[in-house]
């Protein structure tokens, strides 16, 4: 068994792979819109391993763009072995930690459906730190939205509220594991370039001309049908426990609904209780649980 660093010879190896195996591993990255466009560099270093056929036989590779060097935290896009052997998984980490040097630590999720891996990260002195699951609604049909005096949602104006939408998110955030390090006006910019994005989709909620509150709904696609996946939703601090969180929530349900969409996803932090509950009054059912592991570097 050795490893290398990917090349473009191997690129289209490399992307047969990840969707082969992504069944198994946390997929976030993995969809075939991600993988298109997929080009190992500095802000995606991957390594595969090559057994004597020569083929892929592993592989690992850490997203290190600019929001996650900020936050000292890097993330797997992949880390797979088709072998469950511990020594694989060491072989692929010690090579990706080469392009860690500015962070702190690497973060993995994996679904807690697979034991093996989880008892293989553990073996590598990974560390677990938090669950995560992911909820569906199915039927979705239009739900009443009730504000009181002063408030209103509106749409998300492109070119216009790139910051507002930041701000807000931002705030909301801010103590969320995962999520507190800040996103970029240039951030929101992006996220409404890609093909994911629906217009219209992306709501957020005034009092008295203020923003205090946004949603996104965006195209997915999920046990493969389309859905809706409503992310992220979040409360500037001082309006949170108030009932805005089911507005917003009920308007992109609503929007979903618009737009001939039949069953909604969503993601919330196993931390989280005042969010899965309303998830869960709203009609959301748990369909997967993942767990997020991390490697501490320092």
Known sequence: MTIEFLSNTRLNDFIAYCKK????????????????????DEENPTYVLINEQGTISGA??????????????????????????????????????????????????????????????????????????????????????????????????????????AEVRNAGFAKLLGSETPVTPDMVTKMISESDYLENGMLILYHNGKAVGIVRGADDEYENASIMNIGPLAIIPEYQGKGFGRALLRSSLNFACEKGYSSTILCVNGENERAKTLYTHEGFKQVESVVCYTYSLK
């Open 60 to 165: 690992a590779s850490l997203l290190m763009e600019e929001y996650y060097r900020r936050s000292k935290r890097g993330r797997f896009r992949i880390f797979h072995s088709e072998q469950p052997d511990a020594e694989n998984y060491r072989l692929l980490l010690n090579a990706i930690i080469g392009h860690a040097d500015e962070l702190d630590e690497l973060s993995l999720f994996i679904p807690t459906i697979n034991t093996e891996l989880i008892n293989i990260m553990e073996k590598l002195q990974f560390n677990k730190w938090r669950y995560s699951f992911l909820l569906v609604k199915k039927n979705v049909n239009p739900v009443p939205v009730i504000l009181p005096e002063g408030f209103e949602i509106k749409a998300f104006r492109p070119g216009i509220d790139e910051a507002v939408w």
């Open 21 to 40: 195996y992504r069944a198994e591993v946390d997929d976030s990255f993995l969809y075939d819109e991600d993988l298109a466009s997929f080009k190992p």
